[in-house]
């Protein structure tokens, strides 16, 4: 059974940074691809970041683009998300999700395994 962990959010004042980890286990971690979602209230959940199996390519949706940074390593079963310059736009439930997908996939229908999220509130 695979299970996603995510820490890490928090409540930082806008221009700050946040750094998210997910843990995964129940699966052989280097055959997903992983992402990092949001979801507002309100609002529909979105993509914000994914990494293929390897780590060599990664996406970005365009409202984080060059402030975020998703990376991963397979040797400990851990992907991260590295947000700076967070605006208070980026508050959100951030979920961890597992695709078996190859590429850097953006849509949450290709992503079969999510975590429980967690919580990020920027300020103004």
């Known amino acids: 059974q695979v299970q996603l962990v995510e820490s890490g959010g928090g409540l930082v004042q806008a221009g700050g940074s946040l750094s998210l980890s997910c843990a995964a286990s129940?699966?052989?971690?280097?055959?997903?691809?992983m992402g990092w979602f949001r979801q507002a209230p309100g609002k529909e959940r979105e993509f914000v970041a994914s990494?293929?199996?390897?780590?060599?390519?990664?996406a970005y949706a365009d409202s984080v683009k060059g402030r975020f940074r998703i990376s991963r390593d397979n040797a400990k079963n851990m992907v991260y998300l590295q947000m700076n310059s967070l605006k208070p736009e980026d508050t959100a439930v951030y979920y961890c999700?597992?695709?078996?997908?190859?590429?850097?996939?953006?849509?949450?229908?290709?992503?079969?395994?999510w975590g429980q999220g967690t919580q990020v509130t920027i300020s103004s």
């Open positions: 999700a597992a695709t078996t997908w190859y590429g850097s996939p953006r849509r949450a229908t290709n992503f079969g395994s």
């Open positions: 129940g699966l052989t971690f280097s055959n997903y691809g």
């Open positions: 990494i293929t199996r390897s780590g060599g390519d990664t």
